[in-house]
């Protein structure tokens, strides 16, 4: 029988002393995948990635899941995959990917090759006068100051030029920073799921009032949408975009921009979330690209 593991961290598995508190979407997923795995008679096993490598014996394939602490331990995680690629593991996506992916600098690239992305500056460091030479280069009043290494808007920093942080202030890590963008808060994201490089459902991300990040963790809360022609095919156009053939899964983070042309935010390839309470096929979908691309 084919086995195909999944990824965890410690805190996202059930059981866990202290979970995380949107833990809860990992048993989504696990309960949106496990059972159209089933009906092509694969099993899914459940592992954590820091795990001893007798753990993933036995495996045909490896999904990175909910991995959620990768960004801490950036260097570590990269070496698992490498380590499961030379057990014979197919790992998706791959390290290759992974590697391409985990600093947000990608999102220069997407750039160069025609994307929208946000206006962006990329700092090595960041104190406090370079947050106020980034508020008059965008001639704005509130600027986001992300991780490049980074998810789940872990350490993110909203600064508004009205209350700068004291004179001795750092950032503490190479970051990215951003004018803050009204429509976030006004609209929300989009993120569209691709598979095999198919789109198969969108979701409109919107934060708590008063809060301008989307993430469940903050109060965040997710709608299905129906994508527009217009919309799926600007997002798609980010698929071709990247400097490899389309993953076995994507999500692509979009904010609407003037005129209603859509900006990439982000383009998930390592563990995103993906939203199967607003795909209920996402199951199947995952299932089909799977065999699309292995013959398992």
Not at 22 to 36: C, G, K, S, V
Not at 156 to 183: C, H, T
Not at 209 to 231: K, P
Request: proline fraction near 5%; aromatic fraction near 10%.
């Amino acid at each position: 029988m084919t086995t195909i593991g999944f990824l965890a961290c410690a805190t996202t598995m059930p059981g866990a002393q202290s979970r995380r508190e949107d833990a809860f979407e990992h048993d989504n997923m696990i309960a949106a995948i496990e059972p159209a795995f089933a009906a092509r008679g694969w099993r899914l096993r459940v592992v954590d990635w820091e795990a001893s490598s007798s753990e993933f014996e036995g495996l045909d394939l490896v999904l990175l899941g909910t991995a959620w602490n990768y960004q801490d331990r950036a260097e570590a995680f990269l070496a698992k995959l490498d380590e499961f690629e030379a057990m014979g593991i197919t790992v998706c996506n791959s390290s290759e990917i992974v590697r391409w992916n985990i600093t947000k600098t990608y999102l220069r690239e997407l750039e160069e090759r025609g994307a929208r992305t946000v206006p962006t500056l990329w700092r090595e460091t960041v104190t406090t006068k370079g947050v106020a030479e980034a508020l008059d280069v965008f001639e704005c009043d509130r600027i986001v100051v992300k991780r490049q290494v980074g998810a789940g808007a872990e350490g993110q920093e909203l600064i508004a030029r009205s209350s700068l942080p004291p004179r001795d202030w750092n950032f503490g890590a190479p970051a990215m920073l951003q004018p803050f963008l009204p429509a976030i808060a006004e609209k929300g994201e989009l993120s569209f799921l691709f598979f095999d490089g198919h789109l198969s459902h969108c979701v409109r991300k919107l934060p708590a009032n008063g809060d301008y990040r989307i993430q469940s963790l903050y109060g965040g809360r997710e709608l299905a949408h129906e994508a527009t022609n217009d919309e799926a095919e600007q997002a798609s156009k980010i698929i071709t975009a990247l400097p490899f053939a389309a993953p076995l899964y994507a999500r692509i983070d979009m904010l609407e921009g003037e005129g209603g042309k859509l900006m990439v935010m982000e383009a998930e390839l390592i563990e995103p979330y993906l939203y199967p309470e607003q795909g209920p096929q996402l199951g199947k979908n995952l299932a089909w690209a799977i065999t699309q691309r292995f013959e398992i």
